[in-house]
């Protein structure tokens, strides 16, 4: 049987569809095709432009239903790292701790605004920024996605065929690039409008008038403003596409040798026809193995990159009457939270933000491979 193994049981070719060619380390040019069609580049040529725009379309869409999803958690993350709403937690008992206590003080702040939010201001309130954010989400995604699946194809290329994990920090980093510098007037509006309270005096209406009062008072730099930080979080973004792509390989790699494996080709135990997963599509269990995948390669990157958040927001809080302006650059902004909060304050609105993101990246990519998957 051993002997077989490629050819035997009908299914198991078509099952394994040959992922990882043991005689190459090349993986994908699409994030889940595990063809590297080196033999026939010149068919390829009309595909690949339709294949950027499958890369477009998929990310916008994950990115869409990602954000109408978590979009409360969106609005306390972002509260979370401002400096204007220390009176509002100072009801919770979670403000002022340190250490371990610190930690579990920002699950009880999350859930503590979540309903100070919904009580003292309207269920709508948790969807401020919506817009906005959306009006971000979808371009950000679409580009940032289109991006990287196309830089990774033209960086294989260059690379003779080799796809590794130079290629895709590569890819990453340029489509990280690109990105923050297109979508940052966006993010900019968006964070203006969620640090508005109800309770307070309004200043933007709407986005539309946040912009034209950013222009008046701040100049077209102002919709810049947290750019610095933003080129920070390509870091974010780099090291979460490296570690989903190794962990996808990973589990690619162990199924195919589960498929090829002499003890599951045969015998009447389900669990050892773990081969038929492949066929005619992808079975419920892949599936979820690509949604942890997403989860903890987001988990492990926001971990590391975080403070460039709360650095961000402070950058882009609205200036408080005639007050100078308190946070004017990224260095100036990191050592005056330092000065005035600590360390601790790096770290504001994790908790939220975790319960956000981690959610948010499993459901967006599950509709961008989904949808390559299907049309790619």
């Known amino acids: 049987m051993a002997t077989t193994a490629g050819t035997t049981a009908g299914g198991v070719v078509v099952a394994v569809s040959n992922p990882h060619n043991s005689a190459s380390t090349s993986t994908s040019s699409g994030p889940m095709d595990g063809q590297a069609n080196k033999d026939v580049p010149t068919r390829n ?9 499958v890369h477009f379309l ?7 239903v990602g954000a109408l999803v978590t979009s409360p958690l969106d609005v306390v993350k972002t509260r979370l790292q401002s400096s204007l709403y220390k009176d509002t937690l100072a009801g919770s008992t979670a403000v002022n701790r340190t250490g371990i206590m610190s930690v579990l003080g920002h699950i009880k702040d999350t859930f503590f605004l979540l309903g100070h939010i919904y009580t003292h201001e309207s269920p709508r309130a948790l969807y401020k920024g919506l817009g906005p954010n959306l009006v971000g989400v979808i371009p950000a995604r679409a580009i940032n996605f289109a991006a990287y699946g196309n830089g990774k194809k033209y960086f294989t ?13 590569s890819s990453a980093v340029v489509a990280g690039v690109v990105t923050a510098t297109a979508t940052n007037p966006i993010w900019m509006v968006k964070t203006r409008m969620q640090l508005q309270s109800e309770g307070k ?39 979460q596409w490296v570690i989903y792509e190794h962990l996808k390989t990973s589990l690619t790699e162990r199924r195919a040798r589960l498929a090829l494996s002499p003890d599951t080709m045969g015998g009447d135990d389900p669990s050892s026809k773990g081969v038929r997963y492949m066929v005619g599509g992808k079975d419920v269990e892949e599936w979820v193995e690509y ?12 971990a590391i990159t975080y403070p460039h958040e709360v650095l961000r927001t402070r ?51 599950f509709c961008y491979e989904a949808i390559l998957h299907r049309f790619g």
């Open 45 to 53: 040529i009309s595909k690949r432009v339709q294949f950027s725009w």
């Open 58 to 64: 998929a990310g916008g869409t994950g990115g869409m």
């Open 157 to 169: 290329e260059l690379n003779h065929g080799n796809e590794n994990t130079l290629v895709h920090l």
């Open 201 to 239: 005096q309004r200043i933007y209406r709407n986005s539309f008038h946040c912009v034209v009062e950013i222009l008046k008072t701040e100049g077209i730099r102002g919709l810049y403003k947290g750019l610095t930080a933003s080129y920070l979080g390509v870091a974010e973004g780099t090291i």
């Open 291 to 302: 949604l942890g995948a997403a989860g903890a390669a987001k988990f492990i990157a926001s």
């Open 315 to 365: 950058m882009r809080q609205t200036p408080q009457g005639n007050e100078p302006v308190k946070y004017t650059g990224l260095a100036q902004t990191f050592r005056l939270v330092l000065k005035e909060e600590g360390i601790a304050a790096l770290y504001g609105g994790l908790t939220a933000h975790m319960l956000r993101v981690v959610p948010n990246a499993a459901i967006m990519f």
